[in-house]
């Protein structure tokens, strides 16, 4: 895992959440990940639960953790509130994310050119929807380097 110029992503459904990071804190995860020259970021996706606002901000200010960012998934709604900054993904229309979520199809793939078998308005759109979420992924990088003069 440790390879050099790589990234990589810890996906959790909600249901593991709170064993992860009770796991994560009993083995020092996230300090050695550090100690191995990893930055950790942490992207939460915030849906329209009191709960999972509730949890966001527990996890908001873990030690060891390079950034926090909340995730506005406006497919699924959220409660977290617009003016305190977070990634905002924006949502497809309705056959385009069915046609994305068919587990054959590569987002890798359609990045690369192929058009997945997707209509020219579909490629737009999706193609939209990546520059914009790229876009505010590239957004980032100064927040981190904002928040290290913080600490």
């Known amino acids: ?4 110029g790589r990234d990589y992503v810890v996906d959790l459904p909600a249901r593991h959440t709170e064993g992860f990071f009770k796991a994560a804190k009993e083995l020092n995860f996230f300090a050695e990940a550090k100690s191995a020259g990893f930055r950790i970021f942490l992207f939460y996706v915030v849906d329209r639960s009191t709960s999972s606002l509730k949890a966001a901000h527990a996890h908001e200010h873990l030690a060891n953790v390079d950034l926090f960012v909340p995730v506005i998934n406006e497919h699924v709604g959220s409660n977290w509130p617009r003016q305190d900054g977070a990634l905002f993904i924006p949502a497809l229309p309705q056959a385009l994310a069915f046609a994305i979520s068919d587990k054959r ?5 359609f990045m690369l050119g ?7 308005e579909d490629q737009a759109n999706l193609t939209g929807f990546m520059f914009d979420v790229l876009s505010n992924l590239g957004n980032l990088e100064p927040l981190v380097s904002l928040k290290s003069l913080k600490d």
Request: without cysteine; charged residues 20%; hydrophobic residues 30%.
């Open 1 to 4: 895992i440790a390879s050099p």
């Open 105 to 109: 199809f590569s987002l890798r793939s």
């Open 114 to 120: 192929e058009t997945q078998g997707l209509s020219e």
